[in-house]
């Protein structure tokens, strides 16, 4: 009977543990967690990115490097960068144009935008733009605006994993990503165009105050800002956040059971309810900040 009393307790124990998951918002600030948990053979790592952002705000000490060079494998949202035929596929419509989601007045108004931004006359803009996609004038747009400021965590852990031929495994394929835009309703991606051509100045200081809170490393209020200001995307935020991270958490699992990995996302994603911090921890892993 006590050796049953201390079984039902350890295992009391255990489940209350395997249920332990932080508040929200957490009082830890870190960009680099620690992952132990159950049926690991060895230590892992989360660490969150941004994939705009500016050579003053990009911080990558020895440290964080020496711990990726140690890693069995590198984890991202991508594998890698897709080849350009294959990028140019995935942002061309595949039928229909451009200028089909917007009225009169709106065509105006990216006309002159457009002649404003790209130095481009209106049948240049039309013979190059017409068969794009939305989003890829506001992404175009926005890489214009910090041409030659920025750096690249991705690019950056990629040339790490190459030089220690340390494998790279991407969560999401390049199609799967371009879905998420290609789900959003014509309206949506309208108003994703108009908002950004309307708000630009807005979006361009939206960009540079996440810089400056990811430099604090607090990915709850990174997290709580892209869900306030994020727009169409914090509209959609199942879609764009919620939803990926509960699809990653069965593949992080499997990949940190035997290997030592070094997970790198989007820092959007470790924060929040159901960020991968969290969730993880509703698995019975527990998460430790790591200072760098």
Do not use: C
């Not at 053979?41 to 490097?65: A, C, D, Q, R, V």
């Not at 457009?114 to 190059?128: D, H, L, T, V, W």
């Not at 509960?246 to 059971?257: G, H, R, S, Y």
């Amino acid at each position: 009977m006590k050796f049953l009393l201390v079984s039902i307790l350890t295992l009391s124990s255990l489940i209350a543990k395997s249920q332990e998951v932080r508040s929200y918002p957490m009082d830890e600030s870190s960009l680099l967690w620690e992952i132990t948990g159950p049926n690991m053979s060895s230590k892992s790592y989360l660490f969150g990115t941004m994939h705009l952002i500016e050579k003053e705000f990009f911080y990558f000490p020895k440290k964080l490097k020496k711990i990726v060079s140690k890693s069995d494998q590198l984890v991202m949202e991508l594998e890698g960068l897709p080849n350009q035929t294959e990028a140019m596929s995935m942002v061309m419509l595949k039928e229909g144009s451009f200028f089909d989601y917007f009225n009169e007045q709106q065509i105006d108004s990216i006309l002159v935008w457009a002649k404003q931004k790209f130095s481009m006359e209106e049948p240049a803009f039309r013979a190059g733009f017409s068969k794009m996609k939305p989003f890829v004038i506001v992404q175009m747009a926005t890489q214009i605006q910090f041409m030659g400021k920025t750096e690249s965590y991705e690019l950056t852990l990629d040339e790490i994993a190459v030089a220690n031929e340390i494998e790279i495994i991407g969560l999401e394929t390049v199609a799967q990503q371009m879905s998420f835009f290609d789900d959003l309703t014509d309206d949506q991606q309208t108003e994703m165009v108009m908002s950004g051509i309307r708000d630009e100045e807005e979006a361009v200081n939206l960009i540079r105050d996440m810089q400056e809170v990811y430099s604090e490393q607090n990915v709850d209020d990174l997290y709580q800002m892209v869900q306030e200001k994020g727009g169409v995307m914090a509209d959609e935020q199942a879609k764009f956040l919620d939803n990926r991270n509960a699809n990653w958490i069965p593949k992080i699992i499997e990949l940190v059971e035997n290997k030592d990995t070094f997970i790198a996302v989007g820092a959007g994603h470790l924060g929040g309810p159901n960020g991968v911090i969290r969730l993880l921890e509703k698995e019975g892993y527990t998460l430790k900040p790591v200072k760098i």
